[in-house]
């Protein structure tokens, strides 16, 4: 009897209703600048992850077009997000420091923006405007010269 088992995809948890696969993020390794001395020239800790948000199929379209509008100048042409990570000297550090930045930046994108609703200023706030100008008035009349007061 064979059993048959189901190959689970690791995910990334993002929100409730939001997971990104794994197989969908990009990684490499690059040389990092900064502190490190002789080690930094020897080894690639910086890590650079892509993440195409065009192609995810983990993302509702309205949180995909705001992630590109978020992402600025960190998305190209074809639709990658591209975040680098140099801060840490240790390459597992600077992986889990980029996608944590990419899973906030997917986080801001998957609230919805409150649309303003248009009011009406109170009466009161009416009243006490016209009252502020009615004063103004006054004090520029003041300014001005009488009529054959030369």
């Known amino acids: 009897m064979s059993v048959k088992r189901a190959t689970l995809k690791p995910m990334i948890r993002i929100t409730d209703q939001i997971s990104i696969e794994e197989s969908e993020l990009e990684e490499s390794f690059i040389r990092a600048s900064g502190p490190g001395g002789q080690h930094v020239n020897k080894t690639e800790t910086a890590v650079q992850l892509r993440f195409n948000v065009r192609r995810s199929r983990s993302l509702p379209n309205d949180v995909a077009l705001r992630?590109?509008?978020?992402?600025?100048?960190?998305?190209?042409?074809?639709?990658?997000?591209?975040?680098?990570?140099?801060n840490e000297r240790s390459q597992k550090r600077n992986r889990e420091e980029a996608l944590a930045r990419l899973v906030a930046l997917i986080r801001e994108a998957s609230v919805r923006p409150v649309k303003r609703r248009a009011t009406k200023p109170t009466k009161a706030s009416r009243e006490k405007r016209l009252q502020g100008k009615k004063l103004r008035s006054g004090i520029k009349g003041l300014r001005q010269k009488k009529p054959g007061a030369e």
Do not use: E, F, N, W
């Open 67 to 86: 992630l590109m509008k978020l992402a600025g100048s960190r998305l190209t042409l074809d639709g990658d997000i591209v975040l680098v990570a140099q």
